[in-house]
């Protein structure tokens, strides 16, 4: 007799980390996708990075909950940019900190 038991081998091989359920925040993309966040990754928690779709760069993930064992719903923001721009020309705008601070690429 032969037990067809499909054998998982998830044995002594749990995965690193924890995974984000992220989903852009961009208008007109609202892209979801899984980011898995290891404790060498814990850098982006803190930083930004740019969506995997629409490619917007400046995101910032912004965790927004458990959803279950090792997996975390969150959303990457972006800052608005251009909404109050005419408000933030007479005040020095803390951007340039920023963009100098992600290795002065041209942005
Ligand atoms: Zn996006």
């Known amino acids: 007799m032969q037990a067809s038991t499909p054998r998982t081998e998830r044995q002594g091989r749990e995965q690193e980390g924890i995974v984000y359920k992220t989903q852009c925040q961009n208008p007109g993309c609202g892209h979801t996708f899984a980011l898995r966040i290891t404790p ?3 850098g982006l928690l803190s930083g930004t990075m740019p969506c995997p779709r629409c490619k917007r ?3 910032m993930l912004k965790p927004a909950g458990r959803i279950g064992d090792k997996l975390f719903a969150a959303k990457l923001i ?3 940019v ?3 721009s005419s408000l933030a020309s007479s005040v020095p705008t803390e951007e340039g900190d920023l963009v100098s601070d ?3 690429s041209g942005f």
Request: net charge positive.
């Open 57 to 59: 760069h400046g995101g």
């Open 78 to 80: 972006f800052k608005a």
């Open 40 to 42: 060498r990754d814990v």
């Open 82 to 84: 251009g909404v109050s």
């Open 102 to 104: 992600m290795m002065g």
